[in-house]
């Protein structure tokens, strides 16, 4: 699209009272007020996109949140430009969810609309400066000054000028006096052109000539014609062979996509002689990236206990809301969803999926996809923009009843939710810790469905504390518990290999304890797969001299860089900071470098040493970081490419390969070790996350752990299986020390690049806290477990609120006005204040 909107300088409105206040995308803290121009008042309505002037020079696509007839006090409204959609973009029920995310996060409502509008959406311009149609310098009567002429001159030779080609063409900055003073002497127009940053996918097409198609004795000759033009002759058979014109002329109209006929080799040249000779005809159209597929599964027979889940998740969804179905890994979770979507969609209503990110390239979109086909939007992170916005615009047509996406699906267009299924909730990846808005998927979903008058299923092996809290503690939620798996197939037994033990006995190879060597050996043996574990969490290799002790640190960020074997770099995985690794030792010249840690390269090398005839694969940040490179591993992995497979918590989720049989976890203490209130549900979680892998069809798996610490409690639990046991024991800790779920937390991080002024802004802050009359303690600052990240000293305050919602909200709003009373200060102008709620 593109509209030329001419410069409202030139044509004032006054004397309507009519305003919008527009949400736009940059991080300020309220809507804007501006006047809505007769001509367009009839075009208002709320959600639609509009271009507005912001500052000076800046064009920007703003959403219209509300329309009333107050002007604003302590500025002019400025007119709107141009209003975009007939059709809203976005409906009334988001515009609630925004401002809900906003004021609950702590953030703007631009920051949460840049969030939720694929950028597809936004609109980018400039302001261009183009000759006016009726200007002759002859019979001009104002005279002109030499700046003036120069712009005139440069606009005889190029239709257009952008404000930076003028103020090049000057030398000079301040170029809007002169541009408003060849506006007032009609030398000049100002415009606008904006352009949608979406572009629809376009394919050329070919098709026979209609007159050809429709008569069959013309087509004859034509292969007269073309006999002994062997080339020409197989691009006509090719098109005949895909579109059978002979017996249905219409089919003739669609045509057949250039590339697929000319997929064998064909040449180029020979379809052009066949245009030019008016045989064939090209044509432009436009078509859905996002492929559609048949829906192409047989009829699922549910077993009695996925039938009983089904009627009690019904059931409790009379009363309640919101239902925590808790069925340990294989139980046929998907199964059930997949009954209850389909009764949503059914009933007209839609329904959305969220998954964590690495999930949604997995089996379960597949089964999906067979179930559902077309009418299944999925929404990923690595989808390029114009998909998004497909699946986007998918959704306010209808084309999409049904959407399975990451966390930033919660921002699509829906306007009659029925249902919204978390699968996983309790992933830590549904909250997004940066930019604004650091959002929790899972909670927002929950409130999503709210405004939706809609219900949720939140879905786990493992449920998160609060979640679990909610469905027991609070009955907040209703609950549903499976606790077998689905069919023949077995939970695996489980095996501590305890690594001290080991060491002492000199069984010890590089690594790997002897039973974890037998049991990979016994599964290879058998042509059995093999997945082992390594947690990322505070755990990456790091290289160090063996003579003086140094480790490469970041110039930028207090934190060891990480050691990178494939493109032997150094890296810091804060700030992207990298060097090549040295030689020799920096501090003292020495030459014995090692590498430290333990990362994933580093088990896959001791893996090939133990194992020299298995075919190892690792499934990692650095080999998945192509769009297709997940896929691609698990592809080798499903087909039985790779015999051992090592991952981090990439290979935790959602994979379902019967021919699994060993887990091995390398190193279980590095889970339970990090100092964080919820490492011991994390380690829980991930521990039984990815045993759940092993054994998923009739063949006994197996699991090994490698421990140091063999009785710990959590170890006994996990082997188990007893969920409750763990909670309990857990749960009374987080009380005792007042952690979530019995308070709330805000985490508010001070940044400033002088460590002094940090820390100043930081205690001011702090002490302000202190004395709003909220129950609450309050924590810190402490300098940060990271003290400086890309030059930037952070102290860090913690919030713990009691529970009740209404202090919240009051809490949320005093710290926002003390922290613009500290940004006030000169001194602290720079300072950055950045608040978490629920963090991680
Ligand atoms: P979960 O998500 O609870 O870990 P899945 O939904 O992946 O479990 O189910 C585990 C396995 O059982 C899958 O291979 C699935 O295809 C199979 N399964 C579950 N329910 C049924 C059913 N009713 N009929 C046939 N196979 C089923
Ligand atoms: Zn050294
Ligand atoms: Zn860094």
Redesign the pocket.
Known sequence: MESLITHPDLFPDEGNNTFADIILPVPIPRMFTYRIPTALVSQVQIGARVIVQFGRKKVLTGIIGKVHSKPPKAYEAKPILDILDEQPTVNPLQIRFWVWMAEYYCCHIGEVMLAALPSGLRLSSESKVQLHPNFVAEESPYPLDAREELILEALENRAELSYEDCEKILGIKTIHPILKSLVYKEAILIFERVQDKYTPKVETRIRLKQEIAEDKQSLEQLFEQLSGKAKQESILLKYLRDIPVFNNPSLNEKGLDKASLLEEGDSESSLKTLIKNGVFESFKQVVNRIDETEVTAGE????ER?ELAISEIKSHFDTKSTVLLH?????????IYIQLIKEVLDSGSQVLMLLPEIALTTQ?VS?LKQVFGGQMGVYHSKYSDNERVEVWNGVISGRFPFVVGVRSSIFLPFDSLGMIIVDEEHESSYKQFDPAPRFQARDSAIMLAYFHQAKTLLGS?TPSFESYFNATETQKYGLVELSE???KSNLPKFHLADLGADKRKNLLKVDSTRMMREKIQEALSKQEQVLIFQNRRGYSPYIQCEDCGWTGQCIQCDVSLTYHQFAEELRCHYCGYKEKVPTSCPACGGSHLTTMGMGTERIEESLSLLFPEARIGRMDLDTTRSKYGYQKLLDEFGSGHIDILVGTQMITKGL?FGNVTVVGVWDGDRILNFPDFRSGERAYQQITQVA?RAG?REAKGNVIIQTRKADEAIYQQVIKGDYLEFYQHEIHERKKFYYPPYVKLIKITTRHSDFKTAEKAAMDLHRQMAGIAVKKIVLGPEKALIGRIKNQYQFESLIKLDRSGASQTEFKTQIAQIQEQITAKPEFRSVRFIVDVDPN
């Open positions: 699922i027979i549910l077993s996925q069925g340990i890994t294989g139980s046929g979770k998907t199964e379960i089964r092996a798996r689905y069919g379902d759940g998923r």
